[in-house]
């Protein structure tokens, strides 16, 4: 029974680490029925700039002002960077054929991994990710867990409650409902659609950046390409969930995370393998996802 | 008091002169309609007035403050207000949640206070929901503000473009074919829900419409637009009369048997 509450515990924070991913896609294919390919590449921008930020300014300061101070800068780096990719690299396409924003999507993808495969400091090796948050070992009826797994989670819930309160009772929220309906009309409402949009990519890259570092934190190896298997099966999870959805991204993010590490306990090889048998099944069995509407109906 | 006006206001498609010289002076609390057959302009005037096309001729202003070149969003903010020809709710949420969307944003409560759902957020959540509420009343639509949009019978939907439209409370409505796939009945009702807004609100009105009954009874004034080119101006009396009119909407032939 114990074995199988620290696969839990395992599998919750690998599954917050996807839904805060999943979430992504979910906003920005919900509100311009869009899949930005180059979503998960954000985490790993997210990952390189706290691991540089500590490389600069570690050791200055306590750490208890210094890793949050690191956090928020990286948030915020990544929203920026969010913005410009929405602003040159989508927005002009905005209108034209899903095929367009999609290729984009690939361009920008291999354009962030190997402009930063070629600055200096980074390269294709990977890099030790610092320890930025408190590891403490804590014994629960005999089995482990590291303080670092219980800060990630909770940290990655909170941002979770925050964006389900956001889209749900904020007049943003409402904003961006709206605008997911139909921008002519929202536009003429009096919603500055080109705003909601470019916010709305700009936290699921904020949402991204922080979830490199959570990421960093519990598996300590980042490299520039890390974003493909995490990014395929966070964007599993936002299918699994109901693309579009946002507690659907919450709930697809669990499922997957959890399912992979308990396959992983008795089967290591085939996982991977298996998020795409449970992709394939639910798609076969509820194409919209478990949480989807009826409206999802779309060609890509 | 409020005033839109238009001079000359034209738009080019490629070789297409869609509009071209519409001008029109509208006074608070007057209702205009735009006449036209299919294809001659109106709702691509509409679509001039409300900042969706970019005029390529003319001057386009709303309390001399100029419009032209606005986009949407900011000329809705100027007080300008439309329905759709084809239904344009927001068909998966709430009849209230439609309405609010519409309604102004003031900052009754900062971001973060919606995000704790603090007391004083709850408490103009509440005024929110009795004012979008009460305008529900007011079209005796109370009964449906949890329905989804898209759930509604037709001539509902169509009700309900015109209370969102009002629940930005705009200087300026524009009404595109309001009475559109009705029957007698229904467009009686969307006459007495027009003849409510102008009693109960300080708001002018531009209409489209087919139906001629309803346009003679209830505009003001009349412009009949024809290939994009205003070709009458007048009250509903005049416009009646005038061969020009008939002709455009009979042919020639039916002008001179008419005479």
Same mark, same amino acid.
């Given at each position: 029974?114990?074995?199988?509450?620290? +696969?839990?515990?395992?599998?919750?924070?690998? /599954?917050?680490?996807?839904?805060?991913?999943?979430?992504?896609?979910?906003?920005?294919?919900?509100?311009?029925?869009?899949?930005?390919?180059?979503?998960?590449?954000?985490?790993? +921008?997210g990952?390189?700039?706290?691991?540089?930020?500590?490389?600069?300014?570690? /050791?200055? =300061?306590?750490?208890?002002?210094?890793?949050?101070?690191?956090?928020?800068?990286?948030?915020?780096?990544?929203?920026?960077?969010?913005?410009? @990719?929405?602003?040159?690299?989508?927005?002009?396409?905005?209108?034209?054929?899903?095929?367009?924003?999609?290729?984009?999507?690939?361009?920008?993808?291999?354009?962030?991994?190997?402009?930063?495969?070629? #600055?200096?400091?980074? $390269?294709?090796?990977?890099?030790?990710?610092?320890?930025?948050?408190?590891?403490?070992?804590?014994?629960?009826?005999?089995y482990?867990?590291?303080?670092?797994? @219980?800060?990630?989670?909770?940290?990655?819930?909170?941002?979770?409650?925050?964006?389900?309160?956001l889209?749900?009772?904020?007049?943003?929220?409402?904003?961006?409902q709206?605008?997911?309906?139909?921008?002519?009309?929202?536009?003429?409402? =009096?919603?500055?659609?080109?705003?909601?949009?470019s916010?709305?990519?700009?936290?699921?890259?904020?949402?991204?950046?922080?979830?490199?570092?959570?990421?960093?934190?519990?598996?300590?190896?980042?490299?520039?390409?890390?974003?493909?298997?995490?990014?395929?099966?966070?964007?599993?999870?936002?299918?699994?969930? /109901?693309?579009?959805?946002?507690?659907?991204?919450?709930?697809?993010?669990? @499922?997957?995370?959890?399912?992979?590490?308990?396959?992983?306990?008795?089967?290591?090889?085939?996982?991977? =393998?298996?998020?795409?048998?449970? #992709?394939?099944?639910?798609?076969?069995?509820?194409?919209?996802?478990?949480?989807?509407?009826?409206?999802?109906? %779309?060609?890509? | 008091?409020?005033?839109?006006?238009?001079?000359?206001?034209?738009?080019?498609?490629?070789?297409?002169?869609?509009?071209?010289?519409?001008?029109?002076?509208?006074?608070? $609390?007057?209702?205009?309609?735009?006449?036209?057959?299919n294809?001659?302009?109106?709702?691509?005037?509409?679509?001039?007035?409300?900042g969706?096309?970019?005029?390529?001729?003319?001057?386009?202003?709303?309390?001399?403050?100029?419009?032209?070149?606005?986009?949407?969003?900011?000329?809705?903010?100027?007080?300008?207000?439309r329905?759709?020809q084809?239904?344009?709710?927001?068909s998966?949420?709430?009849?209230?949640?439609?309405?609010?969307?519409?309604?102004?944003?003031?900052?009754?409560?900062?971001?973060?206070?919606?995000?704790?759902?603090?007391? !004083?957020?709850?408490?103009?959540? !509440?005024?929110?929901?009795?004012?979008?509420?009460?305008? #529900?009343?007011?079209?005796?639509m109370?009964? *449906?503000?949890? +329905?989804?949009?898209?759930?509604?019978?037709?001539?509902?939907?169509?009700?309900?473009?015109?209370?969102?439209?009002?629940a930005?409370?705009? !200087?300026?409505?524009?009404?595109?074919?309001?009475?559109?796939?009705m029957?007698?009945?229904?467009?009686?009702?969307?006459?007495?829900?027009?003849a409510?807004?102008?009693?109960?609100?300080?708001?002018?009105?531009? #209409?489209?419409?087919?139906?001629?009954?309803? *346009?003679?009874?209830?505009?003001?004034?009349?412009? *009949?637009?024809?290939?994009?080119e205003?070709?009458?101006?007048?009250?509903? %009396?005049?416009?009646? $009369?005038?061969?020009?009119?008939?002709?455009?909407? +009979?042919? !020639?032939?039916?002008a001179?048997?008419?005479?």
């Amino acid at each position: 029974m114990g074995h199988v509450f620290q +696969l839990l515990i395992y599998g919750l924070q690998l /599954g917050s680490l996807y839904a805060l991913l999943a979430m992504g896609y979910t906003l920005v294919f919900g509100i311009i029925r869009m899949i930005n390919l180059a979503h998960a590449d954000l985490m790993m +921008l997210g990952a390189f700039a706290a691991y540089f930020l500590f490389q600069w300014f570690g /050791g200055t =300061g306590s750490m208890a002002i210094l890793v949050p101070l690191i956090m928020i800068a990286t948030l915020l780096f990544g929203a920026g960077v969010g913005f410009v @990719i929405e602003r040159f690299a989508y927005k002009p396409l905005r209108g034209r054929t899903t095929v367009a924003s999609l290729v984009a999507a690939i361009g920008v993808q291999l354009f962030i991994e190997n402009l930063m495969r070629c #600055l200096p400091g980074v $390269g294709a090796l990977p890099k030790n990710f610092p320890t930025l948050l408190p590891k403490v070992n804590i014994n629960i009826g005999g089995y482990q867990i590291s303080s670092v797994q @219980i800060i990630v989670i909770a940290i990655a819930a909170l941002l979770l409650l925050f964006m389900q309160r956001l889209c749900y009772h904020t007049g943003f929220g409402k904003q961006m409902q709206a605008v997911s309906v139909d921008k002519d009309a929202s536009s003429l409402m =009096g919603i500055n659609v080109n705003r909601v949009i470019s916010i709305t990519f700009s936290l699921g890259a904020a949402l991204a950046a922080i979830c490199g570092i959570l990421y960093g934190s519990l598996y300590p190896t980042i490299y520039v390409y890390m974003a493909g298997t995490i990014g395929n099966k966070a964007f599993i999870s936002a299918v699994i969930g /109901g693309i579009g959805s946002i507690k659907g991204a919450m709930l697809g993010g669990l @499922i997957i995370g959890i399912m992979e590490v308990f396959l992983q306990s008795f089967a290591a090889s085939i996982s991977y =393998g298996l998020c795409f048998v449970i #992709l394939i099944l639910v798609l076969l069995y509820k194409p919209t996802g478990l949480l989807g509407g009826k409206a999802a109906r %779309e060609k890509v | 008091m409020s005033k839109l006006e238009a001079k000359h206001l034209g738009i080019r498609f490629g070789g297409l002169q869609a509009v071209k010289d519409f001008n029109l002076t509208m006074e608070s $609390g007057e209702l205009v309609a735009i006449i036209g057959p299919n294809g001659a302009g109106k709702t691509t005037t509409f679509n001039m007035l409300t900042g969706m096309y970019l005029p390529t001729e003319g001057e386009l202003a709303l309390d001399d403050i100029s419009m032209v070149g606005k986009m949407p969003y900011e000329i809705n903010e100027m007080g300008l207000s439309r329905t759709f020809q084809n239904i344009r709710l927001f068909s998966s949420l709430s009849v209230m949640e439609n309405i609010r969307i519409a309604m102004k944003r003031e900052a009754k409560y900062s971001f973060f206070e919606a995000l704790f759902r603090t007391k !004083k957020y709850k408490l103009a959540e !509440k005024q929110i929901n009795e004012e979008a509420m009460e305008l #529900l009343k007011l079209f005796e639509m109370e009964d *449906v503000a949890g +329905l989804q949009a898209k759930n509604l019978p037709y001539g509902e939907q169509r009700k309900l473009e015109i209370i969102r439209a009002l629940a930005g409370k705009p !200087k300026i409505l524009l009404l595109d074919e309001p009475a559109a796939g009705m029957n007698p009945t229904e467009i009686e009702e969307v006459m007495g829900i027009i003849a409510k807004v102008r009693k109960m609100y300080d708001v002018s009105i531009l #209409l489209i419409e087919h139906h001629m009954s309803m *346009v003679m009874k209830i505009a003001d004034r009349i412009f *009949v637009l024809d290939f994009g080119e205003t070709i009458a101006e007048g009250t509903p %009396e005049e416009i009646q $009369g005038n061969p020009k009119v008939i002709e455009a909407y +009979l042919g !020639k032939g039916g002008a001179d048997e008419d005479e």
